[in-house]
């Protein structure tokens, strides 16, 4: 069988005149785009834009939910109700439905990002009211979850199809948990080391940790980053190596099964 993964990249990023990634330059390398839904970031015009690139480049899209936090870019941590942050992702997700219909696309799957993605993956009663959230708008959504987080049992006891996401340009802990980004060597930066990374990843279901054990690791997604000239090399570089070996660029979300 041929190996198959999928790439994504978080988009539609920019507000009015602030500009923030290069989505016309990361849609043709990705196969998934997670895109802002307005609460961390992205303007209703720049969504639409980016919608309506996606689907020119046959990029599945998933709603980037976030934290009511424009100006901490959804980065910080908040206490926030459960039927409130409920609210919050069902309004998020249903912009971004409306927004694709527009643009002749649908939403796929949500990926919740920064602090919210974060917290959930461990805090089970704010990762219940975000899957109360994709329960009640579209059980059909997929949830994209940190690989090895408890919250992938969690959604997948509610009802919900998940896939689970591992970072091109993170290290990793011997026990597969995300290096933290306080620490030195928590970002890599070398697109060649990314590369030969996620190759060890598809190939062996694994990478090297931080401390050089080799560290399981089960994704079915890996996210990539294109908001910077380096990012962008870095990811182009792994699409790349993976063509490269014959592996199958392939959005999860166009797949009838999953992981």
């Known amino acids: 069988m041929k190996k198959q993964i999928d790439l994504n990249s978080d988009l539609g990023e920019s507000f009015g005149q602030w500009q923030m990634g290069n989505d016309e330059a990361i849609l043709p390398i990705v196969s998934s785009a997670n895109i802002a839904c307005g609460f961390h970031a992205g303007s209703p015009e720049g969504i639409l834009k980016t919608l309506k690139a996606a689907k020119e480049n046959g990029v599945a899209v998933g709603a980037h939910v976030g934290y009511p936090d424009l100006v901490g870019f959804g980065r910080r941590n908040m206490d926030i109700a459960s039927n409130e942050l409920t609210a919050d992702v069902i309004y998020q997700i249903g912009a971004l439905k409306g927004l694709a219909i527009a643009a002749g696309t649908q939403v796929q799957y949500v990926k919740p990002h920064g602090a919210l993605y974060n917290t959930i ?65 928590s970002v890599l930066h070398d697109p060649k080391q990314v590369a030969e990374r996620m190759l060890q990843l598809v190939n062996e279901g694994g990478v090297t940790a931080i401390d050089g054990k080799f560290t399981p690791i089960e994704a079915g997604s890996i996210c990539v980053h294109g908001d910077s000239p380096g990012a962008l090399e870095m990811a182009q570089q792994v699409r790349t190596a993976f063509e490269k070996q014959g592996i199958e660029i392939y959005g999860f979300a166009h797949k009838g099964d999953h992981e």
């Open 121 to 185: 993956a461990h805090d089970k009663r704010q990762a219940m009211a975000v899957i109360n959230a994709i329960l009640a708008i579209d059980s059909q959504l997929i949830l994209v979850a940190l690989a090895g987080s408890p919250l992938i049992s969690w959604a997948r006891e509610s009802g919900l199809n998940v896939v689970a996401e591992a970072f091109a340009d993170r290290a990793y802990n011997s026990d597969g948990t995300l290096v933290s980004r306080k620490l030195a060597g």
